[in-house]
């Protein structure tokens, strides 16, 4: 499967903002979904995780009733609405695909096999 990012941007703190990541080449709702974030001089961490449906989800602790992320299956496309944005938010984020759910619900990027070429993200203060 390949993957395409958008959405990414400039946006002042408290700001909102969506990413989208279209899937092509294989059948979408047969992958589960990673957005990642990448700072400058970090790893990159898992931000968010969605399922085959749009059920069950998984959020780092940070972004936890900031961010969304959601899935349409029709159209082949993961988003992640990012609202009252922090400058600590900063960074590349990647969609990423696994036809396998990470064991224990534990996102890791070691764990998804497909990755979409990243999104800069910058949050000013």
């Known amino acids: 499967v390949q993957l395409q990012a958008s959405g990414g941007g400039l946006v002042q703190a408290g700001g909102s903002l969506r990413l989208s990541c279209v899937a092509s080449?294989?059948?979408?709702?047969?992958?589960?979904m990673g957005w990642f974030r990448q700072a400058p001089g970090k790893e990159r961490d898992v931000v968010a995780g969605?399922?085959?449906?749009?059920?069950?989800?998984y959020y780092q602790d940070s972004v936890k009733g900031r961010f969304t992320i959601s899935r349409d299956n029709a159209k082949n496309t993961v988003y992640l609405q990012m609202n009252s944005l922090k400058p600590e938010d900063t960074g590349v984020y990647y969609c990423?695909?696994?036809?396998?759910?990470?064991?224990?619900?534990?996102?890791?990027?070691?764990?998804?096999?497909?990755w979409g070429k990243g999104t800069q993200v910058t949050v000013s203060s």
């Open positions: 990423a695909a696994d036809r396998v759910a990470p064991y224990g619900n534990r996102w890791t990027s070691n764990g998804m096999d497909y």
């Open positions: 080449g294989d059948t979408f709702s047969n992958y589960v």
């Open positions: 969605i399922k085959w449906s749009n059920v069950s989800t």
